[in-house]
Structure formats: C-alpha cells, structure tokens
C-alpha cells in the first residue's frame, strides 16, 4: 500500500511584534519627520510567511519562541486564528522580539528589528519529529544560524524541500547552502551572496541576461535559485529543469496600487512554500506567489493583509 505524499510545511524561526509609523516619507539620517499614523501588528518574517502560507491552503506548523507578555500572545492568537499549528512555538521569559518600521506615502519601508525571544530559539528546540509530515521546510535569518542549520538538516533528513530565504542578509555557511534545495533572495541578496565577480542584471533585462547568473549559482552547487525583484516580478533559475529554456524564468509582476510592501516578500516566500507543497514546479509557485505578493502589499500591515487562494486566483483570472 503506498502511502500518501507527504503535505505539511514547517516554517522555522522569528515571530515579532510590528510597530509601525505612517509618514509622508522616510528620514533622512539625523532628521525628524512627522508620522501620520500608528500601529502595533503581528510580523516577523517566520510568522509572517506561515500565515501567508496557512491562508493560501497549507497544512503549516510554525517552530519559534516568544516572550510571555502582550506581545507574545497577540502573536500566537495572529497565527493561530490563521490555521497555523503553534504548539512549537515557545514562550520565554525574554521579551518578544520586535521591529519598528517606517511606511512612506508610496508603501516603501525601512525596518530595524530586536531579537528578544528570537535569540533564545535553539537548535535542541528543533526536534525531528515535528518535521514527518514536511513536504517544505521554510526558513529565513532572523534567528541564530546553527538553528536555522538544525532545522535544514532535520528537513533534509526527512525528504522535504528546503526553502532558504537568505534575509536579513548574512553570510551563509557552506553546510547549510548545502542543505537547501531552493534559495531565494532579492537582487541585493543575490550580489552579496555571489560576491564582486557577480553583474546582476538590470530588472527589465530578458532571461538571456540572467544565464552567466544562474551559472554562477551552479558552481556553487546552487541548483533552484528565486530572485525577486520588488516591483518588476522576479527570476527563476532552475539548473535542474530539463530542458535549457526552462532553466531561466522570467516571471511577470502584478501590477497594483501599493499602500504598504511591508511582509510583501514573506507573502511571495509563503506562497511559494504552499504551492510547492501542493506539488507545483518552482516556476508555476512563483507566478502563483507574485500575485499573492502585489495583493499583501495594497493594505496596511502584514498578516491582517494577505489573501487567500480566492483572492489569488480572481486577480489571476481578472
């Protein structure tokens, strides 16, 4: 008798508390702007990519730690009221990690984040049994590197696809480029991650220009590469795709009116887990998670504003 695929994704790492301000435009350094507008909402990119990936169909467990205070609670209610199971997640007597965020009048942002219980997750906290059922593991840096390996590992173990966002930038230890199956990045990540030799090409440039790229990320024994690009969509490089002109995507953005690109990027991480999940190629989960993206970014917040598969598939068909 043949089992069932597995289905479940396991997302690895930070849950915060978002403070953010409303203002006509960021700061400058040393400078004072007024702000027109203030909140406190659940974030941090772990939490935020497995509501994302909870609200789009997945069967999502979340592995993290949290502080017992207010903050904590309001973090474990967002998740849990998303479908998200949470009886991983940890409280601590740290306080919850949090980030300050800046929303400028067009929905750009800048961020600055504390760890606090984030700091406290370890690798002993990432037990193998909680990834049996994982079909994706999603990870990101926002909490400590030989963790973020633990749980690799543990994935890899258990057969799933290892989902590596390499944000906030740092570098990555070659045991654990080695785990991953596939690494997403922005294109600043992307330079970073290739070094000075690497050209990344302009935004608009066409998939040509993206091979001594994908290349590069093959030598390094990189074979599933995602690269996106705010606004003007993103790449897909997939050196394990069988056909050459498969192995470079261009995938188109979706254009909406951006209010808020705050948790924007772990909407598109989050989507891409669940589609994969759900058995779809790099390619077809990218495009999917573009338009879960451009619709997390047209309201205030993070997780209050990502959409459901509904919400994808009428923008998609619109």
């Avoid at 915060?16 to 941090?44: K, M, S, W």
């Avoid at 990519?49 to 997945?58: E, F, M, P, T």
Wanted: a negative charge; proline letters at 4%.
């Amino acid at each position: 008798m043949t089992s069932a695929p597995k289905a479940g994704i396991v997302v690895v790492g930070s849950l915060n508390a978002d403070l953010t301000i409303y203002c006509d435009r960021l700061p400058q350094p040393g400078e004072t702007v007024h702000g027109n507008g203030f909140a406190v909402n659940p974030g941090g990119k772990s939490a935020n990519q497995a509501v994302a990936a909870s609200k789009l169909g997945g069967q999502v467990t979340l592995i993290g730690a949290v502080g017992d205070d207010p903050n904590g609670t309001m973090l474990l209610d967002s998740t849990a009221n998303a479908g998200v199971d949470v009886s991983r997640v940890l409280r601590c007597d740290v306080a919850t990690g949090v980030a300050v965020i800046s929303v400028d009048s067009s929905g750009e942002n800048s961020i600055i984040i504390s760890a606090g219980a984030n700091g406290t997750l370890r690798p002993a906290d990432v037990t193998p049994d909680a990834f049996q059922n994982a079909a994706v593991v999603c990870l990101c840096l926002e909490v400590g590197i030989d963790t973020v390996i633990a749980a690799a590992q543990a994935g890899h173990d258990a057969g799933a696809t290892v989902l590596l966002n390499v944000s906030p930038y740092a570098e990555v230890p070659e045991r654990l480029a080695g785990l991953g199956d596939v690494l997403l990045v922005n294109a600043h990540e992307a330079s970073l991650f290739l070094g000075a030799e690497a050209e990344i090409p302009d935004a608009d440039a066409g998939a040509e220009a993206w091979e001594p790229v994908r290349s590069q990320f093959a030598e390094r024994g990189l074979q599933r590469i995602l690269v996106t690009l705010g606004a003007q969509g993103s790449v897909v490089l997939d050196s394990l795709a069988r056909g050459i002109e498969d192995q470079i995507t261009r995938i188109a953005p979706t254009r909406v009116s951006a209010v808020d690109t705050t948790g924007a990027g772990d909407a598109f991480t989050g989507a891409v887990a669940a589609r994969l999940a759900a058995g779809e190629s790099l390619a077809a989960a990218a495009s999917f998670a573009s338009v879960a993206a451009a619709l997390a970014a047209t309201k205030k917040g993070t997780q209050a504003a990502y959409p459901t598969i509904a919400d994808v598939e009428q923008l998609r068909g619109a």
